[in-house]
């Protein structure tokens, strides 16, 4: 992992435990370093995305899955 890609600061394991806790999900000792790095990677994964130019690109509310936003044909709603 690039530092570019990495966050500024890691989650340690007894901050992973500490935040587990206060959301109602004590973590038994010897799984405190495997969701920190679990967390780590999730993080950097997130930062990587927020990089991304998406440009023009429309929300996926613009898409239907018909197909009439790309034919410009007769639009056709299915029965609710």
Known sequence: MSSAERPATELTP???ARWAARAG???PADRHSSVAATANHLLSVIAVL???DFGDTPPAGAYRADG???TG?????AAV
């Open 68 to 70: 009439a936003h790309r």
């Open 73 to 77: 044909g007769e639009e056709h709603h």
């Open 25 to 27: 999900l004590p973590l």
């Open 50 to 52: 927020r990089e991304l």
């Open 14 to 16: 007894p901050e992973a």
